[in-house]
């Protein structure tokens, strides 16, 4: 099955930085990867996605890359805010079929004024 | 529109006990998922629903955990027995239609088990 790896598990930044979270997958069959935002007592929510026909996409602040080849994506928040702090996930599926999303640990973004 | 609404929120309970959890998905929602959340940890999908049919139910305890989606629109999650380790938050989630569309998620039902 799928296995992927998120890196750092937390990450500290000042107000205005930069941060950039990483995931590797395992399985080349993985075509969607989104990226979700889990704030305290909330569920996730998807903050961005892309899919294995392109290499990057971005959203404002927002942007994700795509490495197929070396099989790993990658969410770069520029500008931070303190409401950028919370945990964010990346995840790996499949479509058609049965196939498990599968996430990632997580990251927790702390954002500092 | 309307999220993903769960029920209840927080549950706590003795081991060997049963409970149960209540989802309704936003309207119109074919798929519906419902994930494991441990402490620190990433979801972990349980069981898969494409309208009342199961996609996948291959990470799901089958000896203690059971699904179900009548008439394809809400569902339940049980557990019976619990144990200590099923402490977690479950978090249901739905989606048009099968996994590479966008997935809302519900705030989630934390259990401890005690």
């Known amino acids: 099955g799928e296995n992927v790896e998120q890196h750092p598990s937390t990450l500290s930044v000042q107000e205005g930085d930069s941060a950039v979270i990483k995931c590797t997958y395992s399985?080349?069959?993985?075509?969607?990867f989104p990226w979700y935002k889990q704030e305290l007592g909330k569920g996730p929510q998807l903050i961005i996605d892309i899919r294995s026909n392109v290499g990057e996409k971005k959203d404002q602040r927002i942007a994700v890359t795509l490495n197929k080849t070396a099989k790993h994506f990658s969410l770069h928040i520029t500008e931070t805010q303190p409401e950028d702090s919370a945990v964010y996930f990346c995840a790996a599926t499949f479509s058609g079929g049965s196939y498990i999303p599968t996430f990632g640990r997580g990251t927790s973004l702390i954002v500092h004024p | 529109e309307a999220g993903v609404a769960q029920s209840p929120r927080y549950k706590i309970i003795e081991k060997r006990q049963s409970v149960a959890f209540w989802c309704n998905p936003i309207?119109?929602?074919?798929?519906l998922y419902w994930y494991q959340q441990i402490l620190g940890q990433g979801p972990k999908l349980l069981i898969q629903f494409q309208n009342n049919g199961v996609v996948d139910d291959s990470q799901l305890p089958k000896d203690r955990f059971s699904a179900e989606r009548l008439k394809g629109v809400d569902s339940t999650l049980k557990i019976q027995p619990a144990k200590l380790e099923d402490s977690a938050v479950y978090l249901c989630?739905?989606?048009?239609?099968?996994?590479?569309?966008?997935?809302?998620f519900g705030q989630g039902t934390r259990l401890t088990v005690v």
């Open positions: 989630a739905s989606s048009l239609a099968e996994a590479t569309t966008e997935a809302f």
């Open positions: 399985d080349s069959a993985s075509n969607y």
């Open positions: 309207s119109g929602h074919a798929t």
